[in-house]
């Protein structure tokens, strides 16, 4: 693998049906699980991970259109809901498409109606509603439920359901939550009263599941799916996770330096004695955070080695001093284990200083993903089709 790939990222498709599973462990029995695989699945990759979750997902989601159409021309043939508004002149492709937009005021809904007035096929949309967090949505007070029966009354667009989303869930402010919960109840009884069924409801987000938040008929899960928590916050012993994502990259280059060197840009690292420097072949550009300049460390032939010096855009270098027998061409795991050693992504995302959702979302596209499953390759994928023809 080493030989021919510069840098890359292995998922394990094992990996992320177990953690489905044990996130559907802990859901209300019968709830429906709409997986998340906004931003390429959280950089794992939406098509592959919605092909090998298919059989398991009721649905899936993407912040946009053209996430969702791309996943639709791809053969994911379960449905799929975008959770960020749409450019409203775009309801055709959405329709042509069978993919599920969101509404939440009259002017939208009007134009979906008149749409889909002149298409003859199904046009389905879900109510987004703001329960509080000031986001997207028609409020739960009497105002937004007035939109809302405006929009329940068009006659050429179906509701497939309501959807909210907590703000704190994966926080200790159980208070707002609980404010969000009551205000949502009323929203959903209210229009109950005049309409009965209402189809999907959902408020829980991945920590509300995790932290056994009450729930309606369905959940939708993200980061959990993907080996990773929300939050410290978040009952962790309730779901054992795994990571599904070893981000890798190769050794180009092993040198001896003498005491006194400076590395990389800016010489913010100077040797206080003989070294021996490797250089790996990524950097800030394939998703590596900058703010492991002179911080982080990554795993080289089963032990730790120490980065040195400012991330470069495509390289970064480590002290080997310690490592017998480092050449070009070896590989070193930025995450992931290597041996009996790991670094988690929520370590390195921590030693940044980000999310770990922003780590795993941040890895380049000119990073090729390699899916495996049962210890074997399954797949390599790449956005850049020269060399990897497989």
């Not at 009721?58 to 946009?64: R, V």
């Not at 179906?158 to 609980?178: F, Q, V, W």
């Not at 420097?277 to 032939?301: F, H, K, M, Q």
Request: hydrophobic share 40%; net charge neutral.
């Amino acid at each position: 693998m080493q030989d021919i790939l510069r840098t890359w990222a292995e998922v394990d498709l094992n990996a992320l049906v177990s953690n489905f599973n044990q996130i559907k462990s802990v859901m209300k029995p019968g709830n429906k699980a709409i997986v998340v695989v906004k931003a390429n699945a959280y950089g794992h990759g939406s098509i592959e991970v919605a092909k090998e979750l298919s059989k398991f997902a009721d649905a899936f989601a993407t912040a946009t259109l053209e996430e969702a159409t791309e996943l639709r021309i791809r053969g994911v043939e379960n449905e799929i809901i975008v959770l960020s508004p749409i450019p409203s002149d775009l309801y055709g492709n959405a329709i042509r498409y069978k993919v599920t937009p969101v509404l939440f005021n009259r002017e939208d809904a009007d134009k979906m109606d008149n749409t889909a007035s002149g298409i003859a096929m199904p046009a389905n949309y879900y109510l987004a509603v703001d329960s509080g967090m000031s986001r997207i949505g028609v409020s739960c007070d009497q105002s937004g439920i007035d939109t809302a029966e405006y929009i329940l009354s068009k006659k050429n667009i179906c509701c497939r359901g309501i959807l909210s989303h907590y703000a704190c869930a994966d926080s200790e402010n159980s208070e707002t939550s609980e404010k969000q919960k009551k205000a949502f109840d009323f929203f959903i009884e209210t229009l109950k009263k005049k309409y009965g069924d209402l189809g999907i409801v959902s408020i829980n987000n991945t920590a509300a599941v995790i932290n056994s938040f009450p729930s309606y008929n369905a959940d939708r899960i993200g980061i959990a799916v993907y080996g990773m928590y929300p939050s410290d916050n978040v009952r962790n012993e309730n779901v054992a996770l795994k990571p599904v994502m070893t981000l890798k990259t190769r050794i180009s280059m092993v040198k001896t330096v003498k005491a006194g060197s400076g590395i990389g840009y800016g010489h913010t690292y100077i040797t206080d004695s003989e070294k021996r420097i490797a250089t790996l072949s990524a950097g800030y550009a394939d998703g590596i955070p900058i703010e492991l300049s002179n911080n982080g460390r990554v795993i080289i032939n089963g032990k730790f080695a120490k980065i040195l010096g400012k991330i470069c855009m495509d390289q970064f270098m480590v002290d080997v001093s310690d490592i017998p027998d480092v050449k070009s061409g070896d590989s070193a795991v930025i995450f992931g284990t290597d041996g009996n050693l790991s670094i988690s992504a929520d370590e390195v995302a921590k030693e940044a200083g980000i999310l770990n959702y922003s780590l795993v979302c941040g890895i380049d596209s000119r990073v090729p993903r390699v899916y495996i499953k049962d210890n074997k390759i399954q797949k390599i994928f790449s956005y850049i089709s020269f060399p990897y023809e497989w």
